[in-house]
């Protein structure tokens, strides 16, 4: 094929468009213990499906991913490949895409299409989808082929990071300037800005792609970006190594595993090791707290890394690394709507409530500490995981889309009386605008489990199953998080003998009904699962009955703050034009550029007498999903919706309880 990408079109935007340390010097890599690797992974209570097995259907989720579907299609490839093809120095066919595609993060952009594109065929099969791919892989393969013929040194190279060759000449040179190791931000390497991060990006969308469409070219140009990267560790102390690695790096520990998997090679695994940042990973193994300050998308991918190392090395002290970050994340370090961080730094325990900012919970955490959670049930099937990623599923990810225009937020801000402003398609390709077109195509994570013949169900999602081991088809029908009613309807070609695992959870308060081809069935208590056991037959129906009654979630160490929820669906007050200005709703290349309008006079604060929320929320008789407060709303009572469901308004999460001062 030759000339411009055949399916471009302009992208509308319409509402029907379908603070690491240095380690010390001599510090060794953390390898793993084998000296070859394992095609047995570490032993799971679970696994998760592949994409291919699981389709979203009818509801609030796959509106998203239609709309995330549409920007897809919208891409110019030839832009995508553009600054390639530049670094390459082979002609172009198009300009870049602005923002931070036109600057130091250039090409990362299309790392996440990558990513996004081959997950959303999975689930799709969309013919549009895999023909953009198949243009961009043979160019990615030419600009590769390129980079080593002009310098042996970049045999494998495959980025488009402007004036990345001659820094990345210097770092194997062993000359590594990260600036000051101590500073909150310390993501410059030899003058880029967060090399190894676009990197990684780039890898695991080639994986991705191998992953879910079987690409034999995107696997060839994986090895062969990884072989680049073996170089480092080759030609580099310990000590540079760890120096260097104090940039962000993404997750290159995770896509390396990823590639001995691949592969079944155990240099890759330890070649993975040796990207692990032991000032950051080792005192995890330990089970010591070094979050506080730290930059947390830079620290939760090199976790999900060491997780992935795990998987595939057995190493237990990989896993209590793991395991002790997410429980501290999770537990200690997030808001109610599952997000984290305050302008991207974790902050310490018990402060949540000085760090209801504008900079609050950044998309891009919450995009990975979903991943970590998704391992983390898989290890240990608990409740609390499942809790924990149905809240970030809901209240971040699912409203981090605007309805309009399917572009996606950077924070989901945590100040009283803020807003949520959204990117533009070509001209703002913020981290979290890539990782956003990859959250709606990955709705099907999270749902389903399996080990044996049990099948875990673990998020209300309208969606179809096909369990292929076991012979069985489900369809769950269901509007959730907008209404309470789950069908879940069973196919079989033969009776089969089965575990079904329903997660009744523990703010299904009282306890929610189940009904089994329409007979009442005993559902347990709520924050536990219901096992019904049976020969499954072709037409069994499990009917589902959630409740979600009101209830408030105070800040441990400040209890007088607090937040409204119905069920898992955090509420928050809409602070419509006639209590303060409008906000504006889209940023360009600077997702700072909105934090300088001023804040709001007037932001109501409650005053609930120490009484039951039942008491002074009340649904509206008219609208569907929208309460009122009754009495308590200073200076006046405000309306309550959910808060994925706010686009355009100024919105307060946290309230003030004058009762407790």
């Known amino acids: 094929m030759s000339g411009h990408d055949p399916d471009r079109r302009q992208f509308v935007l319409s509402a029907a468009a379908s603070a690491a340390a240095l380690a010390a010097p001599g510090a060794t890599a953390l390898v793993p213990d084998r000296d070859r690797l394992s095609r047995e992974s570490a032993p799971q209570a679970c696994s998760p499906f592949d994409a291919a097995d699981v389709t979203l259907l009818p509801g609030p989720f796959r509106d998203n991913m239609v709309r995330d579907l549409?920007?897809?299609?919208?891409?110019?490839?030839?832009?995508?490949?553009?600054?390639?093809?530049?670094?390459?120095?082979?002609?172009?066919?198009?300009?870049?895409?602005?923002?931070?595609?036109s600057g130091g993060l250039a090409s990362h952009y299309c790392g996440h299409f990558l990513s996004a594109a081959s997950m959303m065929h999975a689930q799709t099969r969309d013919a549009r989808l895999a023909a953009k791919i198949d243009y961009l892989l043979p160019r990615l393969a030419q600009c590769q082929e390129a980079n080593g013929r002009a310098d042996a040194r970049f045999r494998g190279y495959c980025t488009g990071i402007p004036a990345s060759k001659p820094a990345f000449r210097r770092a194997l040179d062993g000359h590594i300037d990260v600036g000051d190791p101590h500073a909150l931000y310390s993501f410059n390497l030899n003058g880029m800005w967060s090399p190894w991060y676009t990197v990684h990006k780039i890898m695991a969308g080639l994986r991705d792609v191998h992953r879910h469409l079987g690409r034999e070219q995107a696997k060839q140009i994986l090895i062969g970006m990884s072989d680049w990267a073996a170089q480092?560790?080759?030609?580099?102390?310990?000590?540079?190594?760890?120096?260097?690695?104090?940039?962000?790096?993404?997750?290159?520990?995770?896509?390396?595993a990823d590639v001995a998997a691949i592969t079944g090679e155990q240099r890759y695994l330890t070649l993975a090791a040796q990207f692990n940042q032991n000032a950051q990973l080792e005192p995890l193994m330990r089970r010591q707290d070094i979050l506080t300050g730290v930059h947390s998308n830079q620290y939760i991918p090199r976790v999900i890394g060491l997780a992935r190392q795990y998987e595939l090395s057995g190493r237990p002290d990989y896993r209590t690394a793991a395991e002790f970050f997410w429980r501290n994340v999770?537990?200690?370090?997030?808001?109610?709507?599952?997000?984290n961080g305050d302008h991207e730094h974790f902050f310490p325990r018990g402060d949540t409530w000085q760090h209801l900012s504008v900079g609050s919970a950044e998309s891009c955490c919450t995009y990975n500490i979903l991943k970590l959670t998704d391992h983390y049930f898989s290890w240990n099937a608990t409740m609390e995981a499942a809790d924990f990623y149905e809240r970030g599923l809901i209240n971040h990810i699912l409203g981090s889309q605007d309805p309009a225009t399917g572009m996606m937020t950077y924070y989901l801000s945590m100040r009283p009386g803020h807003f949520k402003t959204y990117c533009t398609p070509w001209d703002s390709c913020w981290c979290c605008a890539g990782t956003g077109m990859e959250n709606h195509a990955r709705y099907i994570r999270g749902i389903y489990y399996h080990h044996g013949d049990t099948l875990w169900i673990n998020q209300f999602l309208a969606s179809e199953l096909r369990w292929k081991a076991a012979g069985l088809t489900l369809r769950q029908r269901t509007l959730f998080p907008n209404g309470n009613d789950v069908r879940i309807e069973i196919g079989a070609q033969q009776p089969v003998r089965a575990t079904i695992r329903l997660r009744h959870p523990h703010w299904s308060t009282p306890g929610m009904t189940v009904r089994l081809n329409g007979r009442a069935v005993r559902a347990g208590r709520p924050g536990a699962y219901v096992d019904l056991t049976r020969r499954w037959r072709d037409g069994d129906?499990?009917?589902?009955?959630?409740?979600?009654?009101?209830?408030?979630?105070?800040?441990?160490?400040?209890?007088?703050?607090?937040?409204?929820?119905?069920?898992?669906?955090?509420?928050?007050?809409?602070?419509?034009?006639?209590?303060?200005k409008a906000p504006i709703p889209y940023a360009g290349t600077d997702q700072y550029e909105w934090q300088s309008l001023p804040d709001p006079v007037v932001v109501p604060l409650l005053d609930t007498g120490g009484e039951?929320?039942?008491?002074?929320?009340?649904?509206?008789?008219?609208?569907?999903?929208?309460?009122?407060?009754?009495?308590?709303?200073?200076?006046?009572?405000?309306?309550?919706?959910?808060?994925?469901?706010?686009?355009?308004e100024r919105y307060t999460v946290y309230f003030d309880d004058l009762h407790l001062g």
């Not at 480092?232 to 104090?246: C, G």
């Not at 409740?547 to 809409?574: C, N, Y």
């Not at 039942?614 to 405000?638: A, F, I, M, N, S």
């Open 70 to 101: 549409d920007y897809l299609l919208a891409f110019d490839c030839d832009r995508l490949l553009a600054p390639f093809e530049k670094l390459a120095g082979l002609p172009t066919r198009a300009p870049n895409l602005g923002g931070w595609e």
């Open 232 to 256: 480092f560790p080759q030609r580099l102390d310990a000590a540079s190594m760890q120096t260097m690695l104090i940039s962000e790096q993404g997750g290159m520990n995770e896509v390396l």
């Open 330 to 339: 999770a537990r200690h370090r997030s808001y109610v709507s599952g997000g």
């Open 541 to 580: 129906i499990i009917e589902i009955g959630l409740r979600t009654p009101l209830r408030i979630e105070r800040l441990a160490h400040h209890p007088s703050k607090f937040a409204i929820l119905a069920g898992p669906t955090v509420l928050a007050a809409t602070l419509v034009d006639a209590l303060m």
């Open 612 to 648: 039951p929320v039942q008491r002074w929320v009340k649904p509206d008789p008219t609208e569907p999903l929208l309460w009122r407060t009754q009495g308590v709303g200073r200076p006046e009572d405000v309306t309550l919706a959910p808060l994925h469901r706010i686009a355009h």
